[in-house]
């Protein structure tokens, strides 16, 4: 089990920056695909980016491809999300999750067996 927590969340003008990061219990962290989702008010979770157990694939939504990269360090047990050119269309709470299937990032939530508490990034305009 993995028990997951972010941070780095806030409030930023349209096109400033933000840096997430999801620090990971345990000593299984590399052992995980991990991915980052979010939820604005009245919407559905929808995924953003995932990334493999070793960082080696990563896959985005068309909404954030070109303005966000995930990244990890298995050493620190820890999940970056570094998100650049911020649209108030990304405000949302932002989860991480922890997939034990490793090899292939992916899209669907529900392949996703441990999730953060969520982290708020509110851009304004």
């Known amino acids: 089990q993995v028990q997951l927590v972010e941070s780095g969340g806030g409030l930023v003008q349209a096109g400033g920056s933000l840096r997430l990061s999801c620090a990971a219990s345990g000593r299984t962290f590399s052992t995980y695909a991990m991915g980052w989702f979010r939820q604005a008010p009245g919407k559905e979770r929808e995924f953003v980016t995932a990334i493999s157990w070793n960082g080696g694939s990563t896959i985005y939504a068309d909404s954030v491809q070109g303005r966000f990269t995930i990244s990890r360090d298995n050493a620190k047990n820890t999940l970056y999300l570094q998100m650049n050119s911020l649209k108030p269309e990304d405000t949302a709470v932002y989860y991480c999750?922890?997939?034990?299937?490793?090899?292939?990032?992916?899209?669907?939530?529900?392949?996703?067996?441990?999730w953060g508490q969520g982290t708020q990034v509110t851009v304004s305009s």
């Open positions: 999750a922890a997939d034990r299937n490793p090899r292939y990032p992916r899209k669907n939530p529900n392949v996703y067996d441990y």
